[in-house]
């Protein structure tokens, strides 16, 4: 069975840029999760989906981070405009149901010059 | 305050040697779930293992077993007989029943490093 599938897998732009990163979940799995992972905060949770649904924003630093799931295959986070501090490895995350493991996809590493 | 605490920030074994990695938590919840990640010098994360706050038996899966102690609030982690592939930063983490049982709380980690 296919994982969680991110891309890019590495993104490097220039500040002031739009960023879009994109996830596919596990097929079937109710709950998408997207997590920021750095030196300084570790892995802190930014958004949640239910069914496509935003459960939980409350992690996305500032208006200029937002994230869509249009469908149950399909996730984006998008950063307008990007900041040198937004440079991180963005996780997305699947699960079956609440309190269930959550699956990760292998991670984009995102370098805002 | 944190919610999950991994007091070992780095250790390093020598192969073949048993390494207990610690976890400290901290919730007034009484239903909760407790989770191991680990993440390989690859960058990806890696499910281990899920306990839920009413299960205090430990599990033991191959090498990894897992000792659950709600009186001391600890999930420890132990790996036997470690080998290089174990080397790895290990995650434990936290999630509440009262916040939707979905936010998962990490701890900073330990990077375990196993020499050959």
């Known amino acids: 069975d296919a994982g969680v599938i991110q891309s890019p897998r590495h993104e490097v732009t220039e500040m002031g840029q739009e960023v879009t990163l994109r996830c596919k979940p596990i097929s079937g799995h109710d709950y998408l999760f997207w997590y920021r992972q750095t030196m300084m905060r570790g892995l802190e949770l930014l958004i949640y989906f239910n069914n496509n649904v935003p459960i939980d924003d409350s992690g996305m630093p500032e208006d200029r981070f937002s994230a869509k799931m249009p469908n149950a295959s399909f996730s984006t986070l998008k950063i307008q405009p990007s900041e040198p501090r937004d440079s991180a490895v963005y996780f997305c995350?699947?699960?079956?149901?609440?309190?269930?493991?959550?699956?990760f996809g292998d991670g984009t590493r995102l370098s805002i010059l | 305050a944190q919610k999950v605490t991994q007091a070992q920030t780095e250790i390093s074994v020598v192969e073949k040697e048993d390494v207990t990695l610690d976890c400290v938590y901290e919730t007034r919840d009484t239903t909760y779930y407790l989770f191991w990640y680990k993440q390989p010098p690859s960058g990806e994360l890696v499910f281990l293992i899920r306990?839920?706050?009413?299960?205090?038996q430990n599990e033991i899966s191959g090498r990894y077993s897992w000792n659950f102690q709600k009186s001391t609030s600890s999930f420890n982690f132990t790996i036997t007989a470690s080998q290089v592939v174990d080397s790895a930063v290990y995650f434990c983490?936290?999630?509440?029943?009262?916040?939707?049982?979905?936010?998962?709380?990490f701890g900073t980690g330990t990077r375990l490093t196993v020499i050959p």
């Open positions: 983490a936290l999630s509440e029943e009262s916040t939707g049982a979905n936010n998962l709380f």
């Open positions: 995350a699947s699960s079956l149901m609440g309190n269930q493991p959550q699956h």
């Open positions: 306990r839920n706050s009413f299960d205090e």
